[in-house]
């Protein structure tokens, strides 16, 4: 505890303690609030509100500093494969090489489906979104694996790990009307995902390591960000005792939103749209800062981050050198620096502390890697997972945790009453 606020209200005063985080991050501990006062905290985007205590990740959004337990992201992503990240996300430290080497084993021995999951991909319409798919799959799991006992937690969350890119890679053959690819198991993690996405059948295919490395960096830098919407989404339904693949199913949903993980792909369209339109960046800028417009920036703008998204600041400088190594010249790729630059000039976009975040810069990547531009949300899903289940974890083991249940301020009508108008035939 780190002293008390009082609240004055109707001519009484309540106490309430301050609690101290790690970092030196203070919130009031109004777990008590209506018991004591009969009031409840309104805030409806939660901009405010502490929803849990957590040791996962740390974000100064006026520093820009991002950590992993601790970690700056900065040496994560320079030094990092994916599969440690997970392990030190979900399990809190770094694996011995031991523990590494069975975790990773773990990922390859269960990176199959089901046979019979096949059939599910057969009954989607060829132009399904792949979030779709994805949220549907996720959900599907849980019929072959229904036993939600915390001892088999590790082994669900090893499917999890193992099994998504499977599902997401068949969801992209599926829409291209390929046959699946089935994972090899010598690969590494990302390889063998990029494998299952690009291979065909009747010729070889070896996986060019700046498409792992690309890869690597790009889900590193996705695999947690603490409360956000979709993370939140895994909480609270978690909270419900939910298994871990239906929570799962909802925070990817929560995710496919344009103002969330949605946004990667929006970012591409609307430069596709610019190009198109031949309009220059200060009149599509112009076009954002008309309210009536409807028109957003996209890929710039964040709760938290409110001076630079490190981030994107990362993948900005690996945009560079992957489409060097590539060999790839992608127009979009100038005309992001542009709009970015011409942004970060206007007043609109600096009063309100409006930067790009890691969406801006994610997709031109995965469009250089050859990933469709539908499927970017679904790599933020596979980037993201160790981060949910990181959380869903934690919270999980807490034993005082509750379900989830925030209170409103009701605004409807008063009691009234409902008059018998004798509609019972109709
Ligand atoms: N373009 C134009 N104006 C913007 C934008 C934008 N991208 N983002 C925020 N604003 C304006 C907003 O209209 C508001 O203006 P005013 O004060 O005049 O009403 C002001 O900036 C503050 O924004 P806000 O709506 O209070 O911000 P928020 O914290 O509620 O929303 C956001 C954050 C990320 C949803 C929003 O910035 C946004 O929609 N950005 C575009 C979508 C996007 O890139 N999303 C990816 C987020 S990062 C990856 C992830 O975590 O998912």
């Known amino acids: 505890m780190s002293g008390t606020v009082k609240l004055t209200y109707g001519g009484n005063e309540w106490e ?10 203070k919130g009031i501990d109004f777990g008590a609030l209506r018991k004591k006062t009969g009031l409840v905290a309104h805030d409806p985007a939660y901009g405010n509100v502490g929803s849990c205590e957590s040791a996962i990740t740390f974000i100064d959004g006026e520093k820009g500093i991002l950590r992993y337990r601790g970690y700056p992201i900065e040496q994560v992503a320079e030094r990092a494969r994916f599969t440690e990240v997970c392990y030190l996300l979900i399990y809190g430290e770094r694996p ?21 999951m096949k059939k599910f991909f057969e009954g989607y319409p060829a132009n399904a979104h792949p979030m779709a798919i994805m949220a ?23 499917r999890v790990l193992a099994k998504s890119k499977t599902i997401a890679a068949f969801a992209h053959k599926k829409s291209i009307g390929q046959p699946f690819i089935y994972p090899m198991n010598d690969l590494s993690w990302p390889g063998n995902f990029l494998r299952m996405m ?14 792992e490395e690309a890869l690597n960096l790009l889900l590193i830098l996705h695999a947690d960000h603490e409360q956000n919407c979709s993370t939140s989404t895994m909480r609270m339904v978690g909270s419900s005792e939910a298994n871990l693949y239906a929570s799962i199913s909802a925070a990817i949903c929560a995710l496919w939103g344009p103002r969330h993980g949605g946004a990667n792909q929006k970012v591409i369209e609307m430069l596709d749209q610019i190009k198109k339109s031949g309009m220059s960046m200060d009149a599509f800028l112009d076009k954002v800062k008309d309210r009536d417009s409807g028109v957003k920036l996209m890929g710039f703008g964040h709760r938290v981050y409110k001076n630079f998204d490190p981030r994107a600041k990362l993948l900005k400088a690996a945009a560079d050198r992957i489409f060097d190594q590539l060999g790839v010249n992608d127009p979009l790729l100038d005309m992001a620096k542009q709009l970015e630059e011409h942004a970060l000039q206007d007043e609109y976009f600096v009063s309100r502390k409006l930067y790009p975040n890691v969406d801006f810069y994610s997709g031109i990547i995965y469009r250089a890697m050859g990933i469709p531009t539908e499927m970017f949300t679904v790599m933020f899903v596979l980037g993201r997972l160790p981060g949910w289940i990181a959380h869903w974890r934690e919270m999980r083991a807490d034993p005082g945790y509750r379900i989830h249940r925030p209170r409103q301020i009701y605004t409807g009508e008063n009691e009234r009453e409902f008059v018998d108008m004798g509609r019972r035939e109709l």
């Open 16 to 25: 309430f303690p301050v609690l101290e985080g790690s970092e030196g991050e």
């Open 96 to 116: 011995t090489d031991d523990q590494l080497k069975k975790f990773r084993s773990g990922l390859t021995y269960h990176t199959l489906l089901h046979e019979d």
């Open 136 to 158: 549907s799959m996720f959900a599907s799991l849980s019929t072959y694996y229904p036993d939600n006992d915390p001892a088999l937690n590790d082994l669900n969350i090893i």
């Open 198 to 211: 690009f291979a065909v059948p009747s010729e070889p295919y070896e996986v060019p390591e700046v498409l």
